[in-house]
T-cell receptor
Framework: DAGVTQSPTHLIKTRGQQVTLRCSPISGHKSVSWYQQVLGQGPQFIFQYYEKEERGRGNFPDRFSARQFPNYSSELNVNALLLGDSALYLC??????????????FGEGSRLTVL | DQQVKQNSPSLSVQEGRISILNCDYT??????FLWYKKYPAEGPTFLISISSIKDKNEDGRFTVFLNKSAKHLSLHIVPSQPGDSAVYFC???????????FGAGTTVTVRA
């Protein structure tokens, strides 16, 4: 069975541009979460979506937005890119929106570099 | 505000010996704790977890200990193997909490 897939794996953008990252969850998983991992730090929660609705949002500016589609795949959009947005963006899927007790499966991530 | 802290950025251990990774947390509402392992160019993978109602959970070579009064947990790997060389993240969640709060990670290197 395929795991969580993310695209693109690497991309380079310049300041002020916009980026869209994509994620396909494990088959049967209805919840998708996004995390940002800056070099030298642990992943930080950005969003959780379940059944196409936003269930939670971390402490990120409004330049960050996301959505979930009927097939449970998801997109993360970041507008007006800043140098500080350079990071590994991780998508994670789970069966449902409840408390995280381990059943959170991560993709390989999308490495974004902002120049 | 870093609610989960891993104060040792790296750990080097000889193959066959014990690896001990430490983690501290500040949020008393956390009631579930997890360890994730991450290899380069891969996403984190779940390793082991512990509920706050327990003080120990064991899975093969991996054991997690929780000291609630000290807000401290540790991961023991015995015996350490070369394939254990990776970054280990401590994470925590609270009741009805849909997100994980991660520490900064500890890079473990197992020497042959």
């Amino acid at each position: 069975d395929a795991g969580v897939t993310q695209s693109p794996t690497h991309l380079i953008k310049t300041r002020g541009q916009q980026v869209t990252l994509r994620c396909s969850p494990i088959s049967g998983h209805k919840s998708v979460s996004w995390y940002q991992q800056v070099l030298g730090q642990g992943p930080q929660f950005i969003f959780q979506y379940y059944e196409k609705e936003e269930r939670g949002r971390g402490n990120f500016p409004d330049r960050f937005s996301a959505r979930q589609f009927p097939n449970y795949s998801s997109e993360l959009n970041v507008n007006a890119l800043l140098l500080g947005d350079s990071a590994l963006y991780l998508c994670a899927s789970s069966l449902g929106p409840g408390q995280v007790t381990g059943e959170l499966f991560f993709g390989e991530g999308s490495r974004l570099t902002v120049l | 505000d870093q609610q989960v802290k891993q104060n040792s950025p790296s750990l080097s251990v000889q193959e066959g010996r014990i690896s001990i990774l430490n983690c501290d947390y500040t949020n008393s509402m956390f009631d579930y704790f997890l360890w994730y392992k991450k290899y380069p160019a891969e996403g984190p993978t779940f390793l082991i977890s512990i509920s706050s109602i327990k003080d120990k959970n064991e899975d093969g070579r991996f054991t997690v200990f929780l000291n609630k009064s000290a807000k401290h947990l540790s991961l023991h790997i015995v015996p350490s193997q070369p394939g254990d060389s990776a970054v280990y993240f401590c994470a925590a969640s609270g009741i009805n909490d849909y997100k994980l709060s991660f520490g900064a990670g500890t890079t473990v290197t197992v020497r042959a």
